[in-house]
Every structure is written in structure tokens, then in C-alpha cells.
């Protein structure tokens, strides 16, 4: 689940990569945008899902 979840964000940061306009400073700004929202979400819930998992005490 989290590898795929993982897989799937990789992808639309691919997409969005390969599919931004370098001619056009607000389609690249709209793709940074995007790219950097999907990625920090991604290691978040990355990083939460991890946690939940591992057996370490909570405080």
C-alpha cells in the first residue's frame, strides 16, 4: 500500500515534469506548485503510515 501510494506520486511528478511548458513562466510556476504539494503530501503520509506501523511506545 505505501509503496504504491509512493509509485503513484512518483508518476504525477513525472507527468507534471515532463508536461510543463518552459515557454511559459506561470505553466512552469502551476507545475513547481503542484510538484512540490504532491511530493510533500506524499512524505507525509509516507512518514505517518510508518509510524502507525512501527511497534515504538507512543508518548
Do not use: C, W, Y
Amino acid at each position: 500500500m505505501i509503496e504504491h501510494d509512493l509509485k503513484r506520486a512518483l508518476s504525477r511528478v513525472t507527468i507534471l515534469a515532463e508536461g510543463a511548458d518552459s515557454t511559459d513562466q506561470e505553466s512552469m510556476f502551476d507545475s513547481l506548485a503542484e510538484i512540490a504539494l504532491t511530493t510533500q503530501n506524499a512524505l507525509a503520509d509516507h512518514a505517518v503510515r510508518a509510524l502507525l506501523q512501527s511497534n515504538e511506545p507512543r508518548v
